[in-house]
């Protein structure tokens, strides 16, 4: 009996002297857009036509996880010509330019449109899309989309009958969030 009513006593003055405290700790978070971009190697891609089939198809050349981009939501990729150098007075018109889903791309695929074949616009022009994702590039845990760029170059017989030399053709890349 003696067990049982100190047994209550010590619950009763535990019941009694429990107290409780509360306090508040703010996360102050600020949540800022993240953008980064980067044209990769090959910085240049040198192509030759020298036969009557190149001069009448074109060249394609791949560029294997040519443009990456971070984001941290959506995004647009353009690209336009820059100052056109060569003896051959080329147009920028006649270069082609397809993108696609990189070979070690691990990014965000989901709500990606590709460009197929679009026009590289001449200086001062309105920049063409080749890119464009309604998400951001993060999938959980890789933040970067990667892009192969598949340029067809000079189709049709664009270059016959141009002054035969070196002439070079800069593609300026531009991206921004939507």
């Not at 100052?83 to 990606?112: D, E, L, R, Y």
């Not at 340029?151 to 002054?163: E, M, N, R, V």
């Amino acid at each position: 009996m003696k067990k049982v009513i100190i047994t209550f006593a010590l619950i009763a003055v535990s019941l009694l002297s429990t107290k409780s405290f509360a306090q508040t700790a703010n996360l102050n978070i600020t949540i800022s857009d993240v953008l980064s971009f980067s044209v990769t190697q090959p910085a240049s891609l040198d192509v030759n036509f020298d036969t009557e089939t190149k001069y009448t198809n074109g060249i394609t050349a791949l560029a294997t996880d040519h443009v990456s981009v971070t984001s941290s939501r959506g995004y647009v990729v353009k690209a336009i010509a820059g100052t056109v150098t060569g003896s051959a007075a080329i147009a920028p018109g006649s270069v082609k330019i397809t993108s696609a889903v990189g070979a070690t791309n691990s990014g965000n695929t989901a709500g990606i449109t590709y460009g197929s074949a679009v026009t590289l616009p001449v200086t001062g022009g309105t920049a063409a899309t080749v890119i464009t994702a309604a998400n951001t590039s993060w999938n959980g845990s890789n933040s970067t989309n990667k892009f192969n760029i598949s340029y067809l170059i000079g189709a049709g017989g664009a270059y016959a009958g141009k002054a035969t030399g070196l002439n070079v053709v800069p593609v300026v890349y531009t991206v921004t969030q939507q």
